[in-house]
């Protein structure tokens, strides 16, 4: 479709394009957008009438607009026909082969949900368990490390941590106050984990670190250098030992 919108009847920056793809349903558009294209015949042009939400950008926020609209094409998604033939193209002998991987696979991603599942149990009851009082420099080294995920997760969008606060009406101190329940119960975790790794003597050789980068870099297509500058040996050293005494938790609860 092509559009332009209108606030008042003037154009405004950022509001137009031209040939560009909608999936109904996806809700990529701003609410009320995709239910008034629904139904337009390819060709057609319309007015579509909405509000932007209050956690818009500040220049449109609650506004109302008019966005003008012109279908060039409807295509429609369609299931392929689930015979010999397409299980052959995703390299299974027959389509029976096909549905045996299929429902092994997704039995294979319950069993593994479980597991994860009660394992996160076994972890929360020991942290349950704690009597120790979280140091306050602790829960804000959590919220500096959640707030860097979230500024990289943002960056590797082609976004930045300023616009998306611009963009929710959110300030930084907003924020971190909003997260720091997560970051509170990150750094229980972290308290438990080490304790239980401390107990049971678990230490990371370098050989085991060596693969462990190994492993990464097979899995992102990164050079271990690359790896070592994201994920200093230190970091990964202790993100391991943290999953080893989860691994110690886990196996100790089966054995009772």
């Given at each position: ?8 009847g ?41 509000t ?7 220049e449109?926020?609650?506004k ?23 299980a052959?193209?995703?390299g ?38 704690m ?13 500096d ?24 009406g ?12 997560q ?13 239980i ?13 060596e ?15 690359l ?8 970091k ?21």
């Amino acid at each position: 479709i092509d559009f332009e919108g209108f606030l008042d009847g003037v154009p405004f920056e950022g509001g137009k394009g031209e040939q560009q793809p909608l999936l109904l349903g996806s809700g990529y558009f701003i609410p009320g957008f995709e239910e008034q294209v629904a139904g337009a015949a390819a060709g057609e042009e319309r007015d579509i009438r909405v509000t932007f939400p209050a956690a818009y950008t500040p220049e449109l926020a609650g506004k109302d607009a008019v966005f003008h609209i012109k279908v060039h094409e409807i295509t429609r998604r369609a299931a392929p026909v689930l015979d010999d033939a397409f299980a052959g193209k995703q390299g299974f002998e027959d389509v029976s082969a096909l549905r045996r991987a299929v429902m092994e696979g997704a039995v294979a991603q319950k069993q593994a949900q479980a597991a994860r599942q009660f394992a996160d149990a076994l972890v929360q009851q020991v942290i349950d368990g704690m009597t120790v009082t979280i140091p306050d420099a602790m829960v804000e080294n959590q919220l500096d490390g959640l707030i860097a995920q979230l500024r990289g997760q943002l960056e590797g969008q082609g976004a930045t941590l300023e616009q998306y606060l611009e963009y929710s009406g959110t300030t930084m101190e907003q924020l971190r106050e909003h997260a720091r329940e997560q970051a509170a119960t990150a750094a229980r975790y972290e308290l438990a984990m080490t304790e239980i790794a401390r107990r049971e003597g678990i230490e990371i050789t370098e050989e085991e670190l060596e693969q462990q980068y190994g492993a990464l870099s097979a899995q992102y297509g990164l050079s271990r250098e690359l790896l070592r500058q994201q994920l200093p040996p230190m970091k990964l050293r202790h993100d391991l030992k943290l999953a080893r005494a989860r691994a110690v938790v886990v196996e100790n609860a089966k054995r009772i």
